[in-house]
Nanobody
């Protein structure tokens, strides 16, 4: 069993910044990809950014140049630095982790979600 704990969401004005964190704990042998998704009201959940175990990253076009994903493997934590935030970035943000547990089985896990609201 693996738990993901997210933090860092909140209310910010347009042009502002936020940093999201997601820490994984539990029966983890190794973590493969880590990523952030978001879901706005009335819309489907979409990929925002992801980082592989080797550090390769990919971003949704709408956040390129504004958001940066990173990970700290020693802490089993993934971060999302969000700069130049826009009202259209308003959504619930979820972290997702692909991991191998101590029995060597592969799983995916979701965080509980953290609200990001960009408004003046």
């Amino acid at each position: 069993q693996v738990q993901l704990v997210e933090s860092g969401g909140g209310l910010v004005q347009p042009g502002g910044s936020l940093r999201l964190s997601c820490a994984a704990s539990g029966s983890i042998f190794s973590i493969d990809a880590m990523g952030w998704y978001r879901q706005a009201p009335g819309k489907e959940r979409e990929l925002v950014a992801a980082v592989s175990s080797g550090g390769s990253t990919n971003y949704a076009d709408v956040v390129k140049g504004r958001f940066t994903i990173s990970r700290d493997n020693a802490k089993n934590t993934v971060y999302l630095q969000m700069n130049s935030l826009k009202p259209e970035d308003t959504a619930v943000y979820y972290c997702n982790v692909l991991y191998v547990d101590t029995r060597r089985y592969s799983y995916g896990a979701w965080g509980q979600g953290t609200q990001v609201t960009v408004s003046s």
